[in-house]
């Protein structure tokens, strides 16, 4: 031992009743406490406090193929306190995934490593989801616990039965959307979901009385959650747990009372041990209280061995579900397979072009949203995987389809999700539903509320989830709900996301366009901003192109060489049509092009681009703040659109009001020439 070792006085640690399974877990802990040291950044806390929870979790329940990690039947861990990142990095390594080499545990918190701060789903096989924004992870599960009832139902309990597990800490059970998280999946009754809470009573600023002294088991229980306290560091308790947690009727809460960084001399049970490296002393301290010898980054054989034991445990087990995916009637299992690539029907696209043929012949003049609504009556027959719901505004954002039954307690067979007024619950429960695999949700809510929402629409486009965002109400065109309803910085905050396709359409066609775009792009989010008030159709002509494919595309031509381009999105493409008309009158030659999706746009080969924008002056018309505007009408340009927030009145008074006219886009137009 160094001169640096603890004095002898620090009380020895109580003694584990299973010495192998203790020193399997202190592995763990000093692959944290190493890592962490190295990396000289990194929280050692949160693995050295449940590391035992995570040892008797994996080596004994956990059904999972480090082999095969992308084995659909497998059980899905979520690092909720993605802080910990260290524990989930030192689990898949020692139980065997191949990616997860011990190079990347050196490289932790490095430029290029698969080690990230925290878990990012993609950067390693066995990393369910992205965690680290406190209380997401925890939300995401209540999607992947539902994605698993659902697909459970769909296609046999004999090829889908799985458990979800989470790990969350004291800041996941503070955050608000843990609130939304908690209520909804006690309202659904998700029984196979089972939360590990690491009552450690230690966070960020010191212990967790400064800030909060809610009777957690009974917040859970009045969620209508099963919740019991243990000792986490007691592996028969943690085990005895799980057990009931198997049998309960309700999600499940163990509440493990922990120390963090347990093991560490002076620093345990303390916040100097959440956030920081350890130091050389104290982590020679720990080394001795855990009775663990070895040097930095290396692990003794045996407990080598006994780890990837652990990691092989599933093998068999997987074997024996291809043996009885393979016993489903081959449609089925073709089918099962199909929703697993994420892989569209044969007959989206064909629907698509009748739909559109339908608006057509019906000349509709109908709001974006009612026509996503008719959209979604066809898609939701073609797409089976499609999986809705709204945050309490279903007739608003009509977003059920005429066949969707809803979801409710004891019965998943249906494909419509009453969210409740629980946005932010929502956007995560997609996530988790998108990241489970099987279905490609979509929800509603106003265009306002994505506010509400925004951390998971950032964690959706971050991890290139297939989350749709049906997001209506899109400017003040929804009228006397008033300007608090009103969106109007929303696009360019929602633009502003990277990795967000956001879709704005003119019409009907449109419309059902954009919600093919948002389907076939596997790997992206995306949100389609409608309206409320109802709109003229635009796009008369025949034919099954997509148009909206490269995001914006010329609507109308000037007559002869263009003096003037005028760019919309959405209700305000028609406003631009019928300021081209007036300039047309004038003998002033515009051309009008429609740009649904800025992000589709960008992308568009630079030749498409130059070809749609032209060399004329632009004008930009949309009913929102001009941010971000200039990258389209550049030095020369003009906008017409809003200022400041709306007011509250008829929609058909608020365009004139705030000067959204074609009088005013034509009078911008004449400016520039
Ligand atoms: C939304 C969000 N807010 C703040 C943080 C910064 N943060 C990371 S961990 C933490 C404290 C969490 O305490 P606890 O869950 O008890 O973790 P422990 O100290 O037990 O490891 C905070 C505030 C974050 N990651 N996410």
């Known amino acids: 031992m160094s001169n640096d070792a603890p004095d002898a006085t620090v009380a020895p640690l109580p003694a584990a009743r299973d010495p192998k399974l203790r020193r399997m877990a202190n592995a763990l802990r000093a692959l944290a406490m190493d890592a962490v040291e190295q990396a000289k950044s990194g929280h050692p806390g949160m693995p050295m406090g449940m590391a035992d929870i995570a040892t008797v979790l994996f080596t004994q329940f956990l059904r999972f193929a480090p082999r095969a990690p992308e084995w659909p039947d497998r059980d899905r861990f979520v690092l909720s306190n993605g802080h910990g990142s260290m524990l989930l990095y030192g689990l898949l390594h020692l139980t065997g995934y191949r990616d997860m080499t011990l190079d990347e545990l050196k490289r ?280 809705g719901g709204s945050a309490d505004l279903t007739p608003s954002n009509n977003t059920k389809a005429k066949d969707q039954k809803d979801i409710r307690r004891g019965d998943f067979s249906g494909r419509y999700i009453r969210y409740g007024v629980r946005e932010h619950g929502m956007a995560a429960a997609m996530n988790g539903i998108a990241v489970h695999g099987g279905f490609i949700p979509y929800g509603g809510t106003f265009l306002t509320f994505s506010d509400y929402a925004r951390p998971a629409i950032r964690l959706s486009a971050f991890m290139g989830a297939r989350v749709i965002y049906v997001m209506t109400h899109d400017s003040i065109g929804l009228g006397e709900d008033g300007p608090t309803h009103q969106p109007v910085e929303h696009l360019a905050a929602l633009r502003a996301i990277p990795g967000l396709f956001v879709y704005r359409p003119a019409d009907p066609v449109e419309t059902a366009e954009c919600w093919q775009l948002a389907l076939r792009r596997r790997d992206a989010p995306a949100l389609l901003a409608l309206t409320r008030q109802s709109l003229p159709l635009l796009r008369r002509e025949a034919g099954s192109d997509n148009r909206s494919a490269h995001g914006g595309y010329v609507l109308a031509e000037a007559e002869g060489a263009r003096q003037v381009t005028l760019i919309a999105t959405g209700s305000e493409v028609s406003v631009a049509m019928t300021a081209r008309e007036a300039l047309a009158k004038e003998g002033l030659r515009a051309a009008v092009v429609s740009m649904p999706c800025w992000e589709l746009f960008e992308n568009a080969p630079r030749e498409y681009q130059r070809a749609v924008l032209g060399s004329a002056p632009r004008v930009g018309v949309e009913a929102a703040v001009e941010f971000g505007w200039d990258r389209w009408l550049g030095s020369r340009g003009a906008f017409i659109g809003m200022t400041g927030f709306g007011a509250s009145a008829p929609g058909e008074a608020l365009f004139p009001h705030f000067g959204i006219t074609p009088e005013r886009v034509a009078e911008a137009a004449r400016s520039l020439l």
């Open 108 to 387: 932790f918190r490095q430029l290029g490593s698969r080690t990230a701060g925290h878990p990012e789903r993609g950067h390693a096989s066995g990393i369910e989801t992205t965690t680290g924004p406190l209380g997401q992870g925890l939300a995401n599960s209540v999607g992947m616990a539902l994605a698993e009832r659902m697909l459970a139902i769909q296609f046999g309990e004999e090829v889908v039965d799985h458990h979800t597990y989470v790990f969350a800490g004291d800041g996941c059970l503070m955050e608000g959307i843990s609130h939304e998280a908690l209520s909804l999946a006690g309202h659904l009754g998700l029984n196979k979901l089972i939360v590990f809470w690491d009552d450690n009573s230690i966070s960020i600023d010191g212990p967790t009385e400064l800030a909060v002294s809610d009777d957690q088991v009974t917040r859970f229980r009045a969620h209508g959650w099963a919740a019991e306290r243990i000792d986490g560091h007691d592996q028969e308790a943690i085990a005895a747990a799980i057990r009931r947690a198997h049998a309960s009727d309700r999600p499940n809460l163990i509440a493990c009372r922990t120390t963090i960084a347990f093991g560490a001399p002076t620093k345990a049970g303390t916040a100097a041990a959440h956030g920081s490296p350890l130091g050389a002393a104290e982590i020679a301290g720990a080394r001795e209280r855990l009775g663990w010898n070895e040097p930095p980054f290396v692990i003794p054989d045996d407990i080598r061995v006994e780890w990837r034991v652990a990691g092989a445990r599933g093998e068999a087990v997987r074997r024996a579900w291809e043996q009885r995916l393979q016993s489903l009637p081959a449609e089925r299992r073709a089918e099962f397979m199909r929703r697993q690539r994420r892989e569209l029907p044969a007959g989206l696209d064909g629907a698509i072009t009748e739909v559109c043929k339908e608006f057509q012949r019906a000349n509709a003049k109908i709001a974006t949203r009612q026509a996503s609504g008719a959209v979604l009556d066809t898609l939701t027959r073609v797409v089976p995987e499609l999986v």
